[in-house]
């Protein structure tokens, strides 16, 4: 089954305590992105990648990090998380870059992280 | 920059009736394409529909469709026969022609009463 995984799908961890949610699509896309959702403001883009070891920065990038080694696999790493990262997460592919018809982007299930 | 503003945190409709939500942005791409997402409480992000800002006419897909006014830059989504499975988050965004620059609004939280 063609799909985007996350994982995990609930996080809770303390400031300052390193941690990766993992983002893995098995469709063969060019185009990962990591998206934040908060009440009020909508999802918002934190990184976003066009292939492998291509990345940059969305509107939001600050506190992550991202590496883009192969093609499925596109982690969000929080190196010393802190509490206003607390957050519900979204990566997402699509084939290419292009926000085409032949293009759609495919959203993962979601992470949702608490920093206490 | 791009900005994309919903004015109704929440709405809600009758089974069967129409519910139009609002969503106007401001870009300063001259290529663009819109989008409507919807989020059930599973947490899915799902596309519902997407408009070409080059194309005059109004994109619709089932009980779905825009009201796309270019010069006014407001992308309204009607949803017609409203069903409970309708019940969700509505996200309107709006992007240049690469999802690098795909801006979301702050949803729409749409419920839906038997």
């Known amino acids: 089954e063609a799909q985007v995984t996350q994982n995990p799908r609930y996080l809770i961890t303390v400031t300052g305590k390193k941690l990766t949610v993992t983002c893995s699509q098995n469709?063969?896309?060019?185009?990962m992105s990591w998206y934040r959702q908060d009440p009020g403001l909508g999802l918002r883009q934190i990184y976003y990648?066009?292939?492998?070891?291509?990345?940059d920065k969305g509107d939001v990038p600050e506190g992550y990090k991202v590496s883009r080694k192969e093609k499925r696999n596109f982690p969000l790493i929080l190196e010393s998380p802190s509490p206003n990262q607390t957050s519900l997460y979204f990566c997402a592919s699509s084939p290419t870059y292009l926000s085409s018809y032949n293009s759609p982007l495919h959203f993962g299930n979601g992470t949702r992280l608490t920093v206490t | 920059a791009q900005t994309v503003t919903q004015s109704q945190p929440e709405m809600s409709v009758q089974e069967a009736e129409t519910v139009t939500l609002s969503c106007t942005y401001d870009t300063s791409e001259s290529d663009y394409y819109l989008f409507w997402y919807k989020q059930p409480p599973s947490r899915q992000m799902i596309l519902v529909i997407r408009q070409e800002a080059y194309k005059q006419q109004n994109a619709t897909e089932n009980r779905f469709s825009v009201n796309f006014q270019k010069a006014a830059k407001s992308f309204s989504l009607k949803i017609s026969d409203s069903q409970l499975g309708d019940a969700a988050m509505y996200f309107c965004?709006?992007?240049?022609?690469?999802?690098?620059?795909?801006?979301f609004g702050q949803g729409t939280i749409l419920t839906v009463h038997p």
């Open positions: 469709m063969n896309h060019e185009y």
């Open positions: 965004a709006s992007g240049g022609t690469s999802y690098g620059k795909l801006t």
């Open positions: 990648s066009m292939n492998v070891e291509v990345t």
